[in-house]
């Protein structure tokens, strides 16, 4: 919900200023800018917050990303005429979902496996001699079972390699997200209104 409101603000506030003549370019970069600053900052959460930080940080992704999809859209039918504008709509459509696609699957695959990665590196440190110094009540409530013990501090260790490797994720796109924002550069800049359809 933050996210969606952050964006309908920005869109409202990016269709004003390109119609006031600013350079749709600045708006795209400082959208990815803003993204990447919120991306950021998901990095630095934990377990232990409370749900202000997801609120906070979806807001601002939502204006940076409000600022990207207008002009981007802008800059994209500003030289078509009015007979190509179907057929531009459906490339652009197919292009975003494709890439969503991608994105969707890269980052998903890399969760599944950071997940795994970090279990494996934190199931070691769980042995006989650190259950040891667990608070004794926690037996007695399972009844003295070790299997139940053991599947407790795997719940956990889960919940811990979960959170590294969504971590690991949010950090590999803010970088990406970063990343891109120089490259506004090779967008070109529409040099007039689009062409009007043949009366």
Request: aromatic residues 2%; proline residues 3%.
């Given at each position: 919900?933050?996210?969606?409101?952050?964006?309908?603000?920005?869109?409202?506030?990016?269709?004003?200023?390109?119609?006031?003549?600013?350079?749709?370019?600045?708006?795209?970069?400082?959208?990815?800018?803003?993204?990447?600053v919120s991306l950021w900052e998901m990095t630095h959460w934990t377990l232990m917050m409370d749900g202000w930080p997801c609120?906070?940080?979806?807001?601002?992704?939502?204006?940076?990303l409000g600022f990207v999809f207008m002009p981007l859209q802008g800059m994209a039918f500003a030289t078509l005429g009015p007979h190509q504008r179907t057929e531009g709509s459906s490339l652009m459509n197919l292009s975003r979902n494709i890439g969503a696609?991608?994105?969707?699957?890269?980052?998903?695959?890399?969760l599944a496996r950071g997940i795994q990665t970090s279990h494996a590196?934190?199931?070691?440190?769980?042995?006989?001699?650190?259950?040891?110094t667990v608070d004794p009540s926690l037996f007695s409530m399972f009844g003295g079972s070790?299997?139940?013990?053991?599947?407790?501090?795997?719940?956990?260790?889960?919940?811990?390699?979960?959170?590294?490797?969504y971590l690991n994720d949010f950090y590999m796109m803010a970088i990406v997200t970063a990343?891109?924002?120089?490259?506004?550069?090779?967008l070109r800049r529409p040099k007039g209104p689009p062409p009007k359809a043949d009366p």
């Open positions: 919900v933050p996210r969606g409101v952050g964006v309908v603000i920005t869109m409202a506030v990016s269709a004003q200023l390109v119609q006031r003549g600013v350079d749709a370019r600045w708006l795209v970069g400082g959208g990815l800018a803003v993204a990447a609120i906070i940080s979806g807001l601002i992704q939502g204006l940076g696609s991608i994105g969707i699957s890269i980052v998903t695959t890399m590196d934190l199931a070691p440190n769980i042995t006989a001699q650190r259950l040891d070790t299997d139940a013990i053991m599947a407790m501090a795997n719940a956990e260790i889960t919940r811990q390699a979960a959170m590294i490797a990343l891109s924002v120089p490259l506004v550069i090779f």
